[in-house]
């Protein structure tokens, strides 16, 4: 992998990681010297390694330098950290014990800081929109996309955050049980988000993120080693992202089997239980449990990608007679998944007016790779067209 493709991909899985464990181990005075430190570490890569050429170890050299860049922070910080500083003349850089990149200290950093973010004093959706940036790395664009809003609600929702944290002194702290329950609802949103962005991207012209996957699945996982954050929502949510993983490759299963979570119900159940009903062979029964779910989920949590998924199942358990009223009724016509909807559901009924909705969603989607498999059946519509 050449440099330039291999920084990006290293940005996503470690810059969080890095931001996450400068900031709990040393306390810095702001969230955003973490960050910086974090981002001049990728430049200087990005510097260093067109000339010299990748190190053997790309991302030990990221965290070497994370590491030697903070310790320069803190010799020409002469005021606010003169303590810090102090103790860091004293020792060497390389047997500093606060400069832990172990797996596990970067577990309990990440997790440190998505629930102390998640605070409370902020919406939830400001909560959620400020993990997915800091701790997942998320662009303005890509957290627009999950919450289907505008980039520029987004950008203001992140000022409005960011103010908030800096005028109550943000730290990392200890939780109680209490705190810790309270914010477990907006890390399991953020964490679900994450997934979803990986599982169907619509940013980056690449359809599946493995990388964004493996990474809510880690820390979906973390979450249930906890006693505390070991509940009924948590493992469904692992189960959830078991279940989608299994079909990141071929979209197929060999397991069959399905994990019962016991008597709570959440969206997560569903959303699991849906998954494996798409992994199952296809009987004469498949679509209308589908659909039995989404109508569940629809009543727990109301959302446009999910009002879609369920008319998609509505429409293989009753057909096209019922199923455009029933697409039509949902009139998102500024959503290009909408309109792909509504051409899969005319294409064998109304060519022509399959043709003029999968058009309108080659408009909207900002995905190449959806353009593209979207143009394809256009042109294998027309051809059909002609043909008869």
């Avoid at 950008?155 to 329950?181: G, M, P, V, Y």
């Avoid at 997934?195 to 990474?215: A, H, M, P, V």
């Avoid at 820390?219 to 493992?235: A, R, S, V, W, Y």
Wanted: aromatic residues 10%; proline residues 3%; negative net charge.
């Amino acid at each position: 992998m050449y440099y330039n493709e291999l920084i990006p991909h290293l940005f996503r899985t470690e810059y969080s990681k890095i931001v996450a464990v400068l900031y709990h181990s040393f306390k810095l005075k702001h969230l955003e010297i973490a960050e910086d430190i974090a981002s001049e570490t990728f430049l200087k890569a990005a510097e260093v390694w067109g000339i010299k050429g990748v190190p053997e170890n790309p991302t030990a050299w990221l965290y070497t330098v994370a590491k030697n860049k903070t310790k320069d922070y803190f010799k020409h910080d002469s005021v606010a950290e003169k303590q810090i500083k102090e103790a860091l003349r004293s020792t060497d850089i390389e047997t500093e014990p606060d400069f832990d990149f172990s797996n596990q200290n970067i577990a309990d950093s990440q997790l440190a800081m998505i629930f102390s973010v998640s605070h409370p004093g902020n919406s939830a959706e400001a909560q959620i929109c400020l993990a997915l940036q800091i701790l997942c790395g998320f662009s303005v664009e890509e957290i627009a996309g999950a919450f289907l809003t505008k980039p520029e609600t987004i950008k203001k929702r992140l000022q409005r955050a960011r103010t908030h944290l800096r005028d109550s002194n943000f730290q990392i702290k200890t939780l109680s049980e209490e705190q810790i329950k309270v914010r477990l609802d907006s890390v399991l949103k953020t964490l679900y988000l994450l997934f979803n962005e990986g599982y169907f991207s619509k940013t980056n012209n690449q359809l599946i993120r493995k990388d964004l996957c493996s990474e809510a699945l880690r820390l979906t996982f973390i979450l249930t080693e906890n006693p505390l954050t070991d509940t009924g929502q948590t493992n469904a949510l692992l189960a959830l992202i078991c279940f989608q993983s299994s079909r990141l490759d071929a979209r197929t299963s060999d397991e069959g089997e399905v994990i019962l979570f016991g008597e709570e119900i959440s969206k997560y159940h569903l959303e699991a239980t849906i998954a494996y009903w798409h992994t199952t062979p296809t009987d004469d029964n498949k679509w209308q449990h589908i659909l039995q779910l989404y109508n569940q989920l629809v009543l727990i949590e109301y959302s446009p990608a999910i009002a879609l998924n369920r008319t998609f199942a509505f429409f293989k358990v009753y057909g096209h007679e019922k199923g455009i009223p029933e697409a039509e009724k949902l009139d998102l016509n500024g959503d290009p998944y909408y309109h792909s909807l509504l051409g899969y559901i005319y294409a064998d009924t109304d060519i022509d007016e399959a043709i003029r909705h999968y058009g309108k969603a080659v408009g909207l989607t900002k995905s190449r790779i959806e353009k593209q498999t979207l143009s394809k059946e256009i042109e294998r519509l027309s051809g059909k067209k002609t043909a008869g």
